[in-house]
């Protein structure tokens, strides 16, 4: 949402995101600065991470690293959010990433269970049904910029455990 009613968000670039540590935090180390979709950009980055990561992290640990990055992911957000005058501005791809780090380190370790997390994943985030659209309208700041994409990540993981069984 705008700060201005009517106007239109400013788009970051390089040097915006260079000129903090929480805007590079916040903007995914620039995979939220893709032109088209780039909740769906930071989410596929967040995998090759974990991809590459998973060769000397546990996925025990990558629990870790999905909570600790939720918390950071709330002050760089928030930070990033404030500097920008956007509330949630779609470059703002922290969130996807740390929710979708707990989503694989939950899944099993196989490719068809990870692309099923990616789809699911994205579809709770970009549709937001109930209560995840409740919660990206209720909780504002960092703490909101994080909560809709960690339920988007429990609701995925909640439905892929469904359909195991």
Known sequence: MD????????????RFMMAR???CVALGLGSGLSP??????GTLWAWAVFAIG??????LAWLAIALVG?????????????????????????DEIAAFWLVLAVLPATPGWH??????????????????GWMDRT???GFGIMADDFAAAFATLLVLAWWQH
Do not use: E, M, N, Y
Not at 115 to 132: M, N, S, W, Y
């Open 139 to 141: 909780f504002s700041g």
């Open 21 to 23: 540590l929480s805007h």
């Open 115 to 132: 692309l099923a997390g990616f789809v699911v994943f994205r579809l709770f985030d970009i549709v937001k049904p109930p209560p995840i």
């Open 54 to 59: 998973s060769l000397w992290i546990d996925p």
């Open 3 to 14: 700060a201005v009613p009517g106007t239109r968000a400013p788009q970051p670039d390089v």
């Open 70 to 94: 939720g918390l950071v992911g709330i002050w760089a957000g928030g930070r990033t959010a404030h500097d920008l005058g956007v509330a949630d501005h779609g470059a703002i791809v922290c």
């Open 36 to 41: 088209v979709a780039p909740g769906t950009v």
